[in-house]
Each structure stands twice: as C-alpha cells, then as structure tokens.
C-alpha cells in the first residue's frame, strides 16, 4: 500500500467543470419562468363567436356578409357626396348634404352598435346544474339515449307557455329564448340571426337593429329622390338622360343600387314596426305561436294591448346586463387546467455538490491504490 499523505480538501479548490447550457436553436433568448396571465372567459367562449378588443366587442363567426353591407352604404353615400351634392347645392338648397351626413353618420352608428353588442347570449349551465337537472328529468340511467324534447309549461298574464329543454346549453329556455344554430347560443329574446349585420337580433341589439333599418330605409330613399331630380335638372333643354348620365356616372351607379334596395329596405321596416307595435319577434311571427293558426285560442301574453306601450317596452325599456361576463376572469382551477405544465429542472448548485463529491472519491481511491 502506498504512503499517501491526506490532508482537507477544501471543496471551492476543486476544479469543477462549468455546465454546459443546453444548445439553443438560433440565437433564442433564455426563457424565464414567468407567472402565468389569467384567462378571461370570452377566450373559452364555447359559442361559435369572435371577440375583438379584449372581448368588449363580439360578433357571429359567419359574418362575412357584413364587410358588404357596410361596403354598400360607403360606396353608396360616397358617390352621392361626390356627384351629386355639389350640383345640389349650388341649383337647389345647402342643406342637402347637411341632411344626407346626418342620416349617414345614423346609419353608420346603429349598423356597428347591433353587430358588436351581446344580442342576449344566455350562459350554458355549469356542469353542476346540468347533472342536478338531468337527474331530476331523467331516469334512464343511459348516458348515450338522448330522449325526446322535454318542456315545462309556466303561466304568463293567464297564457300557457311552454319551456322548451335545450340540449345544447343544458338548460331549460326562458319564455322567448330560443337556440341560435348558427351562433350556437340561446339568446334571450330571439328575433332571428341576420347576416347582413353578422350578429344574431335578440333582446339587447333589437333596438339598435330597429333604427338601423328605419334609418336606412330613410337614408336610401333620401339619396333615391335626389339622384333623380339631379338627373332630371341635368336632362332639361332637351339633352336627354344619356347626356346626364354622361355627365354624372356615378349617379347611374346610385340608382340602381337605390331602385333594388330600396323597396325590400322599406317592406322590413314596415314589417318590423308591425311587430313593435305587437311586441312580437320574427321567430314567434313565422311560427305562429299566438295566431291560432295551430286551432288553439291563443293570445299575446307579452303585448301590452297598447301600441304605444308595446313600442316603448321594446325600443325604450332600460338596457338589461350582459349575462355572460365575457371580460371576467376564469377561476384558478380552470385557468390551471387549461394552461401547460411547469418543469423544474436541478439547480446549478446541486450539480456542483455532485462534482466535489466525486473528486473526493477518486483521490481516495488513488491514495488506497
């Protein structure tokens, strides 16, 4: 056995190799554990929606249709002020153009508000409720049988209504509710889903949807007459309607988008006050559901038996809330579930503890050998 002098090793003499970092792709900065930001509900909204601005503004998935009704009015009301305002004004009245922003800026405003407002989205049932709900009104036992429509009937102003059981939302629907396909959401009041505003129409945008189409309605007749009488002042002396168009060919583009539009504008706003002055939607209309057309003797258990009233409890009740609170944060449960997972890796210092620890058993065994 060899003589071997031992003596105390001081661990910080001990050349340990510095770690090597794990190779990086690129010149990619070092990602830092970082706390994790927590998610609003509007980003696992289950209906079949955009949200834009943080959620404070929400429209239909299949909106496309809307880019051209807005495209339409721009386009539309563009040629007038070009074309035909100047020749107006300096032949008739200044206030031609005056009136035509005025109804312009109306349209523009009521269009955006109906598109981006929750139309009466309700909130699905939490899992909680559905399955107390579920075992209240189903005793088969079998999760995969899907039994036939289920409601419940309520008394409103001595009207029987049926509460129809959605599926969908696990829930049964409030009177006047019904289930969006399109949207995938049950909305409180449903009046229909129009796709030339991308949204659904329901109890929180119909007012807005209201003075969108009146507005229009008055905004395409306005620019109609005055297109014709510029064509008309423009053909006097015997040069013709050809020389007029000649003259202003963006006012042949006008009226013909006009003369189409304007007769199928005024037909829905007619029909629409039909149904203010009821206090009845779209959907409740087509299906007849106080007509009597199914035999039954039915009435209007929502209408007031007062056109005024009717009017004022559908265009000037009090905004309701938004039930959805989209920009609310989901709890810390929820959020951990959606997020990843973090992995720890070992620490620098826990990897230099090793090393020393091997140096010290390899110069014992050269001083044993």
């Known amino acids: 056995m060899k003589n071997c002098e031992y003596q105390q090793i001081d661990p910080q003499a001990l050349s340990t190799p510095t770690p090597t970092p794990p190779p990086h792709q690129g010149n990619e900065p070092e990602k830092k554990t970082e706390p994790k930001r927590p998610k609003r509900k509007w980003e696992v909204f289950p209906g079949k929606n955009r949200f834009y601005c943080d959620g404070r503004l929400i429209v239909a998935r299949q909106s496309g249709v809307l880019p051209l009704t807005v495209g339409l009015i721009l386009v539309t009301s563009g040629l007038f002020f070009i074309f035909d305002c100047p020749f107006l004004v300096k032949h008739l009245t200044s206030c031609i153009p005056v009136i035509g922003g005025v109804l312009f800026v109306f349209v523009i405003i009521t269009l955006l508000q109906t598109s981006f407002t929750d ?28 039994p036939p429509p289920r409601t419940k009937e309520v008394l409103i102003n001595q009207q029987v209504v049926k509460l129809k059981y959605c599926f969908t939302c696990k829930m049964f629907r409030p009177p006047r509710t019904s289930h969006c396909s399109l949207c995938d959401n049950c909305v409180e009041r449903f009046d229909h889903h129009c796709p030339w505003v991308g949204n659904c129409v329901g109890k929180r945008n119909y007012r807005f949807f209201y003075t969108f189409i009146v507005s229009l ?80 003797d039915v009435t209007n258990p929502y209408s007031h038996k007062n056109i005024f009233i009717n009017c004022c409890s559908v265009l000037c009740a009090p905004m309701p809330p938004s039930l959805i609170d989209r920009r609310g944060f989901l709890p810390a449960d929820e959020s951990a579930q959606t997020g990843g997972t973090d992995i720890e890796l070992p620490t620098l210092a826990t990897k230099s503890e090793i090393n020393v620890e091997e140096k010290c058993l390899d110069f014992a065994v050269t001083c044993s050998g």
């Open 217 to 296: 309605s008055f905004l395409t007749a306005f620019i109609f007459g005055c297109v014709t009488t510029h064509l008309a002042l423009r053909a006097q002396g015997g040069k013709g309607l050809v020389f007029a168009l000649q003259e202003s060919p963006g006012s042949a583009v006008e009226l013909v988008i006009c003369f189409f539009s304007v007769w199928s504008i005024l037909g829905l706003s007619g029909f629409h006050t039909y149904l203010v002055a009821s206090n009845l939607t779209t959907n409740e209309d087509i299906k007849g559901s106080w007509s009597g057309k199914s035999g039954e």
């Open 119 to 146: 139309p009466g989205i309700l909130p699905r049932a939490t899992p909680d409720e559905a399955a107390d709900i579920e075992k209240q009104i189903d005793n088969t036992g079998n999760t995969s049988y899907r």
